[in-house]
């Protein structure tokens, strides 16, 4: 399975972006999608996941209430809403399929190549 991300770029501080994932076919595996991200410096970390019906979301702390996870199966497209960003939510954005655990533990079977999102203050 390969994974594709688009959607990053520089925005300022308050601002808003959308960050794209398309599949190349479904992952054989548990079918959560989701994406991590890493900052300079910094291990990378997870964000948000979806499981494989759109039933269930999980956030990392750092990013609920700001942050929207969806998906459409049809298309097999994840996508991220990033609102009301901020300069420490600068990062690489990984695309990632067949999410295990959230948080600190969670690890993936399929990455995509980062996209890089940058918020100036």
């Known amino acids: 399975v390969q994974l594709q991300a688009s959607g990053g770029g520089l925005v300022q501080a308050g601002g808003s972006l959308r960050l794209s994932c398309a599949a190349s076919?479904?992952?054989?595996?548990?079918?959560?999608m989701g994406w991590f991200r890493q900052a300079p410096g910094k291990e990378r970390e997870f964000v948000a996941s979806?499981?494989?019906?759109?039933?269930?979301?999980d956030y990392a702390d750092s990013v609920k209430g700001r942050f929207t996870i969806s998906r459409d199966n049809a298309k097999n497209t994840v996508n991220l809403q990033l609102s009301s960003l901020k300069p420490e939510d600068t990062a690489l954005y990984y695309c990632?399929?067949?999410?295990?655990?959230?948080?600190?533990?969670?690890?993936?079977?399929?990455w995509g190549q980062g996209t890089l999102v940058t918020v100036s203050s």
């Open positions: 076919r479904r992952t054989v595996g548990n079918n959560v």
């Open positions: 990632a399929g067949d999410i295990h655990n959230i948080g600190r533990s969670a690890t993936a079977d399929y």
């Open positions: 979806i499981s494989w019906n759109g039933g269930r979301t």
